[in-house]
């Protein structure tokens, strides 16, 4: 017996030091158990469901990205610059894939302080086949390799959502250098902040708890909920858009030009592949195939329609006309709002949220943008920025029981804690102006940097010859 606790105790110090957001925790009974006589209780095992559904998951964000990211904002921009935005967003989610298994991942999700993991997962050290981390429930795990490349699949879209707000107008090599420094100080530390925990299986008692909460992020600790990256991802990536989006400039011609999308139909077909592949954001992020993971599924699919069909009739009534460029907008806005809330509230509170946040997303992207006169090509910030603070307060009031939310989950009681509605949202305010605040400063100096050693911007002649053929030397379309 010695023997077994001395190898699980081996086992859990190397996962919990490096193992992701829970893996310390999943281990930490079978440790006590073989110390009290463990024959009773054997390590936890992975579930070929759960393993299964977390890599179709995977697989899913990746479809979100390219082809969904890059059809939906290559038809959204002119047609000379559609085989740019599409480069833009095709390698930067590679190159950051590469970063985030080099250290990204070890900074976001190991043990280091609140606001900063630590480097035991650098090159992805340490991690077998065999190694697991944990779940939302105790004692159930699934391999630490389909954790990180689940989270490597979030890890590298979100910077892929900001190029939509200096289309058409930033250098690639300027892009691709902002993208790392934004990747390194910005993502990896607030997926920190929100994600990073001892686990469900750490919270045996209040002494316990207190100890484990103290070693999490700084939003977490905080109270703050977001299940799938409301802040993490949407609020952090719109906030740097609309950074960049004034740092760089107008487009030559904005305002005076007319600049439609050049391609509708290939909107629609990216937003299609966007909602279908949103699944695996959200329903993934339960870690598990399970009931529970079927509400989300529910909440992330009524939540869109509703905004999609919200977003056409506001459009119909206020502008005479509904159109397809809306309908997709309204869809992706439900997608967003939905993010951080699907895992906390019931179908009839998502529905709600679809609906009134493409109300504000409409409004935000027509007259808002106008009165401010910013040049956010892509409305990268009057989307995802302002649909994820609508969507993390709302998590706030429609995770209320009474309102058929989950509530709060208390794992030391192992049952539903009280709710209080007003501290919920103060958490969840925490969240939103921690994001904000940090990823605009971080957007603010790393486009600086950037400027002042490349140059951001194309010359005015580059710009009105196109992207495509300036920067790639290729052409979309041969007429």
């Known amino acids: 017996m010695t023997s077994t606790l001395n190898t699980l105790k081996d086992t859990a110090t190397r996962v919990g030091r490096g193992g992701g957001l829970w893996g310390a ?107 697991v981390v944990g779940t939302y429930s105790k004692g159930v795990v699934i391999p630490e390799f389909v954790y990180v490349a689940f989270q490597c699949t979030f ?40 994600w990073f925990w001892a686990g469900p299986d750490a919270y045996t008692d209040a002494n316990a708890a207190a100890a484990a909460t103290a070693t999490a ?101 206020f502008r005479g006309h509904p159109t397809m460029l809306g309908a997709a907008s309204g869809a992706i806005a439900g997608l967003v709002a939905i993010t951080p809330a699907c895992g906390f509230v019931g179908p009839m509170g998502s529905i709600v949220i679809g609906v009134l946040v493409s109300l504000l997303c409409l409004w935000s992207v027509s007259k808002l943008k106008l009165w401010l006169g910013y040049d ?32 709060v989950y208390d794992y030391v009681a192992n049952k539903v804690g009280d709710f209080d509605m007003a501290a919920q949202v103060t958490s969840q305010l925490w969240g939103v102006g921690t994001t904000l605040v940090w990823s605009a400063v971080v957007a603010f100096l790393a486009y600086k940097i950037v400027d002042v050693t490349i140059g951001l911007r194309v010359t005015e002649e580059q710009e009105r010859e196109g992207l495509d053929t300036v920067e790639h030397g290729e052409r979309a379309y041969s007429s």
């Open 25 to 131: 925790a999943a281990l930490l009974w079978m440790v006590a158990g073989v110390a009290w006589g463990a024959d009773a209780a054997p390590p936890p095992v992975p579930n070929k469901g759960d393993t299964a559904w977390m890599l179709i998951s995977t697989a899913l964000v990746l479809m979100m990205t390219v082809p969904g990211l890059a059809l939906f904002y290559g038809g959204m921009v002119r047609s000379k610059n559609v085989l740019s935005i599409c480069m833009q967003v095709f390698v930067t989610f590679s190159l950051l894939t590469v970063l985030w298994c080099i250290y990204g991942y070890s900074i976001a999700f190991t043990q280091g302080n609140a606001f900063f993991g630590g480097f035991d997962r650098f090159f992805l050290h340490g991690i077998t086949p065999d190694s």
């Open 376 to 407: 956010d090509s892509l409305d990268v910030f009057g989307v995802h920025c302002l649909g994820g603070i609508f969507g993390a307060l709302s998590t706030g009031v429609f995770c209320s029981p009474t309102l058929g939310g989950t509530g």
């Open 217 to 317: 992020g700084f939003v977490f600790q905080k109270g703050a909920l977001d299940f799938a990256g409301g802040t993490v991802v949407h609020i952090n990536a719109g906030i740097a858009g609309l950074v960049g989006a004034l740092m760089l400039g107008k487009r030559v011609g904005y305002g005076t030009t007319a600049m439609p999308p050049h391609n509708v139909p290939m909107i629609m077909m990216g937003a299609a592949l966007l909602w279908t592949g949103w699944f695996g954001f959200n329903v993934g992020s339960n870690l598990e195939a399970s009931g529970f993971a079927a509400m989300v599924f529910v909440n992330t699919f009524v939540a869109t329609a509703a905004a999609a069909v919200s977003w056409t009739l506001a459009e119909w009534a």
């Open 155 to 194: 890890a590298a879209i979100t910077p892929c959502l900001i190029v939509g707000a200096f289309a058409e107008r930033m250098k690639f090599s300027a892009v691709l250098l902002f993208m790392v420094l934004w990747f390194t100080f910005s993502y990896l530390p607030i997926a920190h902040m929100v």
